[in-house]
């Protein structure tokens, strides 16, 4: 079955002032639209056009020669994508919990030190992409990608992920990406977080 663009679970300005309804409609409409639309048509009529989003893109190179740029970049940004409405959300904000939290704490000191490497990992990543907080299977890592790819791809778990495109960013904060990384935090949905860092640890 062909990909779809998934529906927000919340409304396009629910997650405003931090996210502008603005920003939101074009974005999860239009850009994303764009991905499915062109991931689609490179699949279609290939043993992969029914195969899970996150499955594809673990097998990039499995996928014929002409198809794995357009489905890296496509597939990526549709599973991206996916995955950064469900983090986001009007009742995010405030800090992990839990096991999720020891193990930021563990790992990075405390939550404080988490969001300056994040925040760095996002004004650094020069261009478009994303800024993440992964599982690589041993602990966590705070990483970024280019463009669209994704951290699936090297066999990792996305736990929390930042669009640092500027279409993401550009009608509200302009040329101030780190002020949207700053704002990004009110809306970060600490409770699937938790859920994706439970799957990550098996
Ligand atoms: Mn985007």
Same mark, same amino acid.
């Given at each position: 079955?062909?990909?779809?663009?998934?529906?927000?679970?919340?409304?396009?300005?629910? #997650?405003?002032? &931090?996210?502008?309804e603005?920003?939101?409609?074009?974005? &999860?409409?239009?850009?994303?639209?764009?991905?499915?639309? /062109?991931?689609?048509?490179?699949?279609?009529?290939?043993?992969?056009?029914?195969?899970?989003?996150?499955?594809?893109?673990?097998?990039?190179? $499995?996928?014929?020669?002409? /198809? !794995?740029?357009?489905?890296?970049?496509?597939?990526?940004?549709?599973?991206? &994508? $996916?995955?950064?409405?469900?983090?986001?959300?009007?009742?995010?904000?405030?800090?992990?919990?839990?096991?999720?939290?020891?193990?930021?704490?563990? %790992?990075?000191?405390?939550?404080? $030190?988490?969001?300056?490497?994040?925040?760095?990992?996002?004004?650094?990543?020069?261009?478009?992409?994303?800024?993440? #907080?992964?599982?690589?299977? $041993?602990? #966590?890592?705070?990483?970024?990608?280019?463009?669209?790819?994704?951290?699936?791809?090297?066999?990792?778990?996305?736990?929390?992920?930042?669009?640092?495109?500027?279409?993401?960013?550009?009608? %509200?904060? !302009?040329? /101030?990406?780190?002020?949207?990384l700053?704002?990004?935090?009110?809306?970060?949905n600490?409770? /699937?977080?938790?859920?994706?860092f439970?799957?990550?640890?098996?």
């Amino acid at each position: 079955m062909a990909y779809e663009v998934p529906d927000l679970a919340y409304d396009y300005n629910a #997650l405003e002032p &931090h996210i502008d309804e603005a920003t939101m409609r074009v974005h &999860h409409d239009k850009h994303h639209q764009a991905y499915v639309d /062109k991931a689609n048509a490179a699949l279609e009529g290939t043993e992969w056009a029914d195969k899970p989003v996150n499955e594809v893109l673990q097998n990039l190179s $499995s996928l014929p020669a002409d /198809k !794995q740029g357009p489905v890296r970049n496509n597939a990526g940004g549709h599973s991206n &994508h $996916s995955f950064f409405w469900e983090i986001m959300s009007p009742d995010g904000g405030g800090e992990p919990e839990g096991d999720l939290a020891s193990a930021i704490s563990g %790992k990075f000191g405390d939550f404080a $030190s988490l969001q300056e490497e994040l925040k760095n990992a996002g004004i650094g990543r020069f261009g478009s992409g994303w800024a993440w #907080l992964i599982h690589d299977g $041993s602990g #966590l890592a705070v990483v970024s990608t280019a463009n669209q790819d994704t951290p699936v791809s090297d066999g990792n778990s996305p736990i929390i992920g930042v669009d640092v495109w500027e279409h993401a960013y550009y009608l %509200k904060y !302009q040329n /101030k990406r780190p002020d949207y990384l700053d704002a990004w935090w009110n809306v970060v949905n600490w409770a /699937k977080a938790g859920e994706h860092f439970a799957a990550a640890q098996g």
